[in-house]
């Protein structure tokens, strides 16, 4: 692994303890109030309960084969690598790794 792709993925979390939905009331990214009409989703690279704006929205992670489900600021993180992280997932499994 090259220094920029070291630097690179340890700009990004990496293993975080999955929080359990009874132990969060509140978004971890605006600290708003859970109800019927702001549903939990989870981060999968942060593993925190955020109010995604739109939880639709799945990006590639680093460690991750398939795109997964970000918030805002990972999304906002994760974007300019898309490319990057597309391309190099697909040669790992092309070659068969």
Same mark, same amino acid.
């Given at each position: ?19 359990? @939905? ?49 918030? @805002? @600021? ?24």
């Amino acid at each position: 692994m090259s220094k920029e792709q070291e630097t690179k993925t340890t700009a990004l979390p990496t293993t975080v303890r999955w929080i359990p @939905d009874a132990e969060v009331s509140v978004c971890y990214g605006c600290q708003l109030l859970f109800d019927w009409v702001r549903r939990k989703h989870h981060c999968r690279l942060i593993r925190q309960d955020q109010i995604l704006t739109n939880p639709e929205r799945k990006y590639l992670a680093v460690n991750a084969h398939n795109p997964q489900r970000v918030c @805002d @600021d990972c999304h906002a993180r994760l974007e300019p690598e898309q490319e990057e992280l597309r391309t190099s997932i697909g040669t790992c499994w092309s070659v068969g790794h």
